[in-house]
């Protein structure tokens, strides 16, 4: 289990992390939400030690997060960044030492990595022979390859291709259901709420929102309606109603105690109904309303 | 995993990654061959052929003579030539011309065109001594083997008690040459760890590192690293000289001359100088983002160095002077001139002994403070992060 108790760091002026804190369960994955600047990558740095709190400490199974429990973790930070002459397996290989594998084990888990990973043949190619999507893999795999307990990723789908999109998922699911905890931040929602059981949603270094997915949307006193009359975008005339923008179907929020028989009623009203769904909110519709635009 | 692990892990992965790099390995080859080259090519131009003294021989024959002169070179180490000259004034236009350095006239007089040598004289005078010694007691009628006991030169073993200035030359010239490549070694060396800092830097795999070890380790692997690939270096070099001399059969270059304790005096100062200013250059380099911007930053520990370097040539001229002296106790210029001082023989125990501590302890806070704003100016990129604000921002 991951704990960020509390955290704070501010940088000159800016307060990167506000007494942020949430948890993550073993063998979960959690979704690290929020805008730009929030300070998801602050508090991803402070669990490997590249940052300093001002106050507040990171636990991983109720012991405080120093060097000895860091070489059991993985991470990917947001700058890719490896070394760009030295050959994919050497370096690899190296880094998965520094983590405290033998020369053997090291050797077999990249070797299984870069076959997994679709690299199997680019281990003697430089780094920088290769194309971006692969210097990503390759990013990935000096994360995965030391067979950390604990993985943190930062927008680790950014830069991949749909499929590429889809085999890591694939394999983020596959380690959780091995007992590994995952947490990676992520800019694309839908792809969150696909993969994550657990979200955690930051904001100017507050973390305003946190739990497993489901438990956030029934808490929640939003619900989403989508209403299609006739083709034609129809809103319902009430107060509290949220648009939602986007084409076909009108979609709105509404409270959860939103008159719904009387909104049918009038959509009704307005032309043939083709669909009408009072629903949970979608992970958007939450994000949306956690950080407040 | 130990600390000290992950340290050797850095320092093998810098050593490697560098010397299996091809520019390195083709300048390391280019220098390597001009520098055996070197020595023979300078020794065939300025006349290498001095090597073999020539000997002419003129008037009446002694008998024996050629077959004695050789046993007398063996005992004076040197090379002869022995020629016959037809006549007296022949073997004198051969002496005024150069081609002979000395000629034995009818075993009775021995001729120099200018100067003259003892030793040759000495050579020379052995030779017709015995060889006259051999015929007569030939005719006197004793064996080869009574003949051999009687003539034959004793072999006497000497011995120097006070060293002669020639070996003092060796050895300050050593300490001498060993300032200069240690300016020449730390510059470059140092330019190394500025730059690999950097490049971690600019290619932001340092997070990647510091998520698995702590900066003072990667501070501490990269210099040991890169001071490996200088030891390596400057072993190839030597072994290079030292070839080159041997080609060129120069007999000034002599190591027994030199000594071991000024060899390894000169090898610990290496590595006493190099980590201390090796450190300065990884906290300085770490404290840009680009390449472009290092050669500025560059100049804080160029400006440390080159006073060393100039105290080292007023040692070597005056080992005794006051700023010298003085130099040759502080941290940043103690491995420049202390072994000049050592070598020149007027540096008292206790001034060597506060120029190791100083130095050793200079190098100690040099890690501390380094590794301090390593870790605070490493994640830190777009321009330069001052040095302050870098010690304030530091992780440990």
């Known amino acids: ?293 | 995993m130990k600390p000290w692990s992950q340290v050797a892990l850095l320092a093998k992965r810098e050593f490697l990654e560098r010397v299996r790099n091809k520019p390195f390995i083709i300048t390391m080859s280019l220098l390597v061959v001009a520098i055996v080259a070197i020595g023979p090519v300078v020794s065939r131009l300025a006349g290498g052929d001095d090597e073999v003294t020539k000997i002419g021989l003129a008037g009446e024959e002694v008998p024996g003579i050629e077959q004695e002169l050789e046993a007398q070179a063996v005992l004076f180490e040197m090379e002869i030539d022995v020629e016959r000259f037809p006549s007296r004034s022949v073997a004198e236009t051969a002496l005024a011309e150069g081609e002979i350095e000395v000629v034995l006239i009818d075993g009775t007089e021995i001729t120099f065109h200018t100067g003259g040598s003892s030793r040759l004289t000495a050579l020379v005078q052995g030779a017709v001594d015995t060889a006259v010694k051999t015929e007569a007691l030939t005719e006197l009628g004793l064996s080869e083997n009574e003949i051999a006991a009687v003539v034959e030169p004793i072999a006497i073993e000497v011995t120097i008690l006070e060293e002669s200035d020639a070996q003092d030359e060796a050895k300050r010239g050593a300490a001498f040459v060993g300032a200069i490549l240690l300016y020449i070694s730390i510059i470059m060396l140092g330019q190394f760890v500025a730059m690999g800092t950097v490049e971690e830097k600019q290619n932001r795999v340092v997070e990647v590192i510091l998520s698995r070890v702590r900066p003072w380790q990667v501070l501490v692997g990269k210099v040991a690293g890169i001071g490996l690939l200088g030891l390596l270096q400057l072993a190839i070099f030597a072994g290079a000289a030292y070839a080159s001399a041997q080609l060129a059969d120069l007999p000034d270059v002599d190591v027994a001359a030199i000594g071991l304790p000024v060899i390894a005096s000169l090898l610990f100062w290496f590595v006493l100088g190099y980590t201390f200013y090796a450190f300065l250059y990884a906290a300085v380099g770490s404290t840009v983002s680009r390449q472009e911007d290092l050669q500025g930053t560059l100049m804080l520990p160029i400006m440390l160095i080159l006073p060393g370097y100039l105290l080292a040539i007023f040692a070597s001229e005056d080992p005794d002077a006051l700023v010298p002296t003085i130099g040759s106790w502080l941290p940043p210029w103690a491995p420049f001139v202390m072994p000049v001082r050592i070598a020149a023989g007027v540096a008292q125990p206790w001034e060597i002994l506060v120029a190791i501590v100083g130095t050793a302890l200079g190098a100690i806070a040099l890690v501390w403070i380094g590794s301090r704003v390593y870790s605070g100016a490493l994640l830190r990129t777009g321009g330069k992060v001052k040095l302050r604000e870098a010690w304030r921002a530091a992780v440990e």
């Not at chain 1, 992390?17 to 990558?41: Q, S, Y």
């Not at chain 1, 594998?101 to 281990?123: I, N, Q, T």
């Not at chain 1, 083709?274 to 519709?285: K, S």
């Open chain 1, 1 to 293: 289990m991951l704990e960020f108790i509390d955290l704070n760091k501010r940088f000159g002026d800016v307060i990167a992390l506000d007494d942020a804190g949430f948890v993550v369960e073993r063998g979960r994955i959690m979704g690290f939400l929020g805008p730009n600047g929030a300070g998801k990558t602050t508090a991803m740095r402070v669990v490997f030690g590249l940052i300093r709190p001002d106050s507040g400490t990171v636990r991983w199974n109720g012991s405080p997060v120093g060097p000895e429990e860091r070489l059991r973790f993985g991470y990917m930070p947001e700058e890719r960044g490896l070394y760009p002459k030295m050959k994919v397996r050497n370096q690899l290989v190296h880094f998965s030492r520094l983590s405290g594998l033998s020369k053997a084990e090291a050797s077999d888990a990249v070797d299984h990595w870069l076959g997994v990973l679709g690299l199997a043949g680019r281990g003697d190619a430089k780094l920088d022979d290769l194309s971006h999507g692969n210097q990503q893999r390759v990013q990935l795999a000096a994360a995965l390859a030391p067979d950390p307990e604990l993985l943190i990723l930062d927008e680790p789908f950014a830069g991949l291709d749909p499929i590429g999109v889809e085999s890591l998922a694939e394999t983020l699911t596959e380690l959780a259901s091995g007992g590994v905890t995952i947490v990676f931040s992520s800019h694309q929602l839908d792809l969150v709420e696909d993969v994550c059981e657990d979200v955690a949603i930051i904001n100017e270094g507050r973390v305003v929102l946190s739990g497993r997915l489901d438990d956030v949307k029934n808490r929640s006193r939003k619900r989403r309606l989508t209403i299609d009359v006739d083709g034609e975008p129809w809103v319902p005339d009430m107060q509290g109603v949220e648009v939602v923008n986007g084409p076909g179907p009108s979609h709105c929020i509404v409270n959860d105690d939103a008159p719904v028989a009387d909104l049918l009623a009038s959509a009704n009203a307005a032309g043939t109904v083709n669909r009408f769904v009072f629903e949970p909110p979608r992970l958007t519709d939450l994000f949306r309303e956690a950080v407040g635009s």
